[in-house]
């Protein structure tokens, strides 16, 4: 059990009479009572009265907090029904009642065993409240909107969080800020990011004003994470990098330990145009994590980058040794995504080859997204695979088929593996699809694009040019 949950009080000396050991042994026999009511509310028992959450859910738990001076208050039951009766917020996460603070050592596998993302816990006088949350965000990063430049994977697979909160006692909802952070976390990790940012904003604006110097450091850094997510939000979702640079840097100044905080403030100053800035903060973020992958990694992107080859590889290899040893749930995906981008740092390079055996490895530990398929199937095109290029870009076009390129290039693909009829029909899909697009300049785009594939196909393959000059000639008609 905590300490603070539990009072050890000095035992007296005493002697031993008959009447002395009767109330002996009736004291034995309310302690043997007690044990047993604890034992019927164990982290084990409390699980099995609560229905787990699937995959894709958001459970909360809250425990009531310890009683420790002052008027009596139920601040555990007031946070959960306050996060229950917010009704537009129906569905977005579930909030159960533990019946009692579950030890610390349980709660992992308390977590674990119900698909819990937070646990709070707590204890109050007639002063101060205090919490204690412990977050365990999904692996997975969010989704993000279609035109970013996608999640930069170090940001992820960095565990779960254990924060120690503050409010003074004398303010009515001193929790509040709390209460906000958690509906934020809800909408952050299910992509509804604007809703998310509302939220995390009003967190941050009933942060207790002032704290006192026993609990500044715990409150720095959860304000400090507070700050990761709105300058993520700022950074990878909205590309307003500047703003997420300050967010970032905020992060970091309260933290300076923060390894998000770093990961983050490092993107940005890429994003900004002061990579040297970056490189020389995540080497100095190197020395409080020598083994975070994910510095390594963003080295690798930024070295690769400014064309340090050798360099860039040699992080590579250092990311996905140091994956490739972990036993984290995350490690098996984080592999798989920096050998995706590992393949794809070798594309720029024209090596080929080596792209196409590091996407290959990407899909083996189970990457089969997209931009994984279609970067696959255009590697084993240039390289001459026709089958497995052919397989690939069918597979991405099937994932998204509203997109006329993966049509266009699924087409190229079955034109060089000598299907024609099916080749012929992927291009009258992906015109139709580039038709419905309104902007003359992007619908132009597409076209070209697929009109110069095929020439550099015919140059390749001179048997198929009547059949590919066909196909160029429904374009030129399309494209008006």
């Known amino acids: ?42 982290p084990v028992r409390q699980a099995a009265a609560i229905a787990p959450a699937g995959p894709d859910a958001f459970l909360i738990l809250v425990a009531p907090f310890q009683h420790e001076g002052g008027e009596r208050y139920y601040f555990g039951m007031e946070l959960a029904n306050d996060l229950r009766q917010a009704p537009h917020l129906l569905g977005a996460y579930r909030v159960e009642n533990l019946d009692s603070p579950p030890p610390e050592d349980a709660i992992p596998a308390l977590m674990q065993t119900l698909g819990a993302r937070a646990i709070i816990t707590g204890r109050y006088d007639e002063q101060a409240v205090e919490a204690w949350v412990y977050f365990h965000p999904p692996d997975d990063a969010p989704s993000l909107p279609p035109d970013s430049a996608g999640p930069p994977v170090h940001f992820f697979g960095l565990g779960p969080e254990r924060y120690h909160l503050y409010a003074p006692r ?31 904003e009003l967190a941050q604006q009933m942060l207790p004003a002032q704290t006192p110097v026993a609990h500044r450091a715990a409150m720095d850094r959860f304000a400090s994470s507070l700050l990761w997510s709105m300058g993520y939000l700022a950074g990878p979702v909205q590309g307003n990098w500047p703003v997420a640079q300050d967010a970032f840097s905020r992060a970091l100044a309260l933290d300076s330990h923060s390894l998000p905080a770093a990961l983050g403030l490092a993107q940005a100053l890429v994003h900004t145009n002061r990579s040297e800035q970056a490189v020389d903060l995540l080497q100095t973020a190197l020395r409080d994590h020598p083994d975070a992958w994910q510095i390594y990694f963003a080295l690798a992107e930024i070295k690769g980058q400014q064309g340090a080859v050798e360099e860039a ?52 530990l189970g990457r089969e997204d997209v931009y994984l398929l279609s970067n696959l199937g255009w590697i084993a ?100």
């Open 381 to 480: 095109y240039l390289l001459g695979d026709w089958e497995a290029a052919m397989e690939a870009s069918s597979r991405a076009a099937a994932l998204a088929p509203d997109r006329p390129d993966l049509q266009f290039n699924k087409g190229l693909h079955l034109l060089a593996a000598g299907r024609y009829d099916e080749a012929k029909a992927a291009y009258e899909q992906g015109i139709q699809l580039t038709l419905t697009i309104d902007d003359v300049l992007t619908r132009s785009a597409y076209f070209g694009t697929a009109y110069y594939d095929l020439d550099a196909l015919a140059q390749r393959r001179p048997d198929l040019e009547p059949m590919i000059r066909e196909i160029q000639e429904e374009i030129d008609i399309a494209n008006g």
């Open 1 to 42: 059990m905590y300490d603070f949950w539990t009072r050890m009080k000095k035992k007296r000396g005493m002697r031993l009479g008959a009447a002395a050991g009767a109330v002996l042994v009736i004291a034995l026999l309310l302690v043997a009572g007690v044990l047993r009511i604890r034992a019927a509310r164990s």
């Open 313 to 364: 590889l040699a992080l590579y290899n250092k990311a996905i040794s140091l994956l490739s040893a972990s036993d984290a749930p995350y490690a098996r995906q984080a592999l798989a995504d920096v050998y995706f981008y590992r393949g794809y740092f070798h594309y720029e390079r024209s090596d080929y080859a080596s792209a196409l055996d590091d996407y290959e490895q990407a899909r083996a």
């Open 170 to 200: 004398g303010i009515g909802h001193p929790l509040q800020y709390l209460q906000y952070w958690l509906i934020g976390q809800s909408r952050f990790w299910r992509g509804r990011y604007d809703a998310a940012l509302q939220s995390f």
